[in-house]
Nanobody, 125 residues
Framework: QVQLVESGGGLVQAGGSLRLSCAASGRTFSSYAMGWFRQAPGKEREFVAAISRSGGITYYADSVKGRFTISRDNAKNTVYLQMNSLKPEDTAVYYC??????????????????WGQGTQVTVSS
């Protein structure tokens, strides 16, 4: 029922910045917690960041804490991931996801119901 489309990926040098966007369809965007995950070739999909329905609570993987910021604009049905101080190990396909689960901010792929197609982020060094 919910379609998610990521954009903003690309090639950047180490230390640079990128801002990813995820546009969602549907009338009930604000009823979903949102998350960002990433997957590098040959590796499992890993959690990056999550944000609560109202945007009041955020949660980050230790590997990106202090460098990445997740935010959302419910009026625009959009969630963002601002990525600063990028490192080569950040290279991956980044996925936006929506969760209808209640309670704590979701940090596991199994808790998400809808996924975008992904956008490639490549950090060179």
């Amino acid at each position: 029922q919910v379609q998610l489309v990521e954009s903003g990926g690309g090639l950047v040098q180490a230390g640079g910045s990128l801002r990813l966007s995820c546009a969602a369809s549907g009338r009930t965007f604000s009823s979903y917690a949102m998350g960002w995950f990433r997957q590098a070739p040959g590796k499992e999909r890993e959690f990056v960041a999550a944000i609560s329905r109202s945007g009041g609570i955020t949660y980050y993987a230790d590997s990106v804490k202090g460098r990445f910021t997740i935010s959302r604009d419910n009026a625009k049905n959009t969630v963002y991931l601002q990525m600063n101080s990028l490192k080569p190990e950040d290279t991956a396909v980044y996925y936006c996801a929506a969760s209808s689960a209640t309670g704590w901010v979701r940090a596991y792929p199994r808790e998400y119901d809808y996924w975008g197609q992904g956008t490639q982020v490549t950090v060179s060094s």
